[in-house]
C-alpha cells in the first residue's frame, strides 16, 4: 500500500539482528557489510567515472576475525508465495563473494512444513557436474521466534534461544526434519 508507513521487511531484518546478535556464541555477525572491490570500471571503459556498485547483505557472519559467509532476511514467506529472480541473483553474488560459497536467506514464514531449500550455482558453459556455489533459502518460523523471545519464557529458553541462533545462520543445507 503506498504510504504505509511500516517497513516490515526492515522490521524483520532488525528483528533477525538483534535475536542473532543476543544469541549467537560460536559466531557473530556485522550488520550491512560492504563486499569491497567485487566490481570494478575497467580503467579505460568509464568515461563517466562512475564508481563501482558495492553490494551490502543484511549480515555477514564470522567465526572469530574469519568471515564466513552473508546473510540477507526477507519478510515474505517464499515457501508459499516463491519469490522474485532479483532475489536469486542478489544472493548469488553473495554466494559467489564468500569464503563457503553459500549464501543464505531467512525469511519469515508461518508454514510448519517449510524446510530448507538449496538453489545450485552451476557453471553452464562448461556443463560441469560441480557446483560453483549455493543459495540456501531458510525459514525463520514466526511463532516460534516470537515463543522464544517472549518475556515471560526469557530466562528459561536461554539455551533453546543460543541452539536455534547458530542453526539458522549454519551454512549448510539442513534435512528436514523426519516426521
Sequence with gaps: ????LFDMNLFFQRLLSRFLHDNLTIARI????RIRNMFAYAPDANPKHRSAPTPRPDFALFHGDMLHGFMDAKYRDTWT???PAEWLYQLSIYALSSPARTSLMLYATTSAEASDERVEIRDPLW???GVSASVVLRPVPLLRLAELVTPERKSSRAAERRQWAEQLVTMKHRLPARA
Design 1 to 4: 500500500m503506498p504510504g504505509f
Design 30 to 33: 556485522v550488520d550491512e557489510r
Design 81 to 83: 508465495r516463491g519469490f
Design 127 to 129: 556443463r560441469s557436474p
